[in-house]
């Protein structure tokens, strides 16, 4: 494994770090206008599915927050890798993770719209 090991110069790592967390704070920024955006005009031109269509953007901007947030974690553990064996199980790690998130999400989101057609179609 001694081959494997590979150094990242402490210049570099902190230039990545602050990369990040730069990054973090764009995407912090990013989400808090979202949300308010979406609060605002979440449904107001759906006519009477706005609670429908807030359900949704609510569900689509978390979904986009946890994943986001996930893959800066997962940078921030590359960052810190001691090895090539290390840097392979953390993507593989992540990989596997977000392939079953996103199934979980996309079941989720799949719910909430069906919910919401079900709705729109009731008779008023």
């Not at 031109?45 to 996930?70: H, P, R, Y």
């Not at 989101?109 to 009731?122: E, I, N, P, S």
């Amino acid at each position: 494994m001694s081959g494997n090991q590979f150094e990242i110069p402490k210049e570099m790592r902190s230039m990545a770090e602050a990369s990040l967390e730069q990054a973090r704070k764009a995407f912090d920024t990013f989400i808090s206008s979202a949300q308010q955006t979406a609060a605002a005009f979440g449904g107001a031109s759906l006519g009477g599915s706005g609670d429908a269509a807030k359900e949704i953007s609510a569900k689509a901007i978390a979904f986009a927050e946890k994943n986001v947030q996930t893959s800066l974690a997962y940078a921030q553990q590359l960052i810190h890798a001691k090895d090539l064996t290390e840097v392979m199980r953390l993507h593989t790690e992540y990989v596997q993770g977000q392939m079953r998130a996103l199934a979980e999400q996309a079941s989720e989101m799949g719910q909430v719209v069906t919910r919401a057609a079900m709705d729109a179609a009731k008779p008023k």
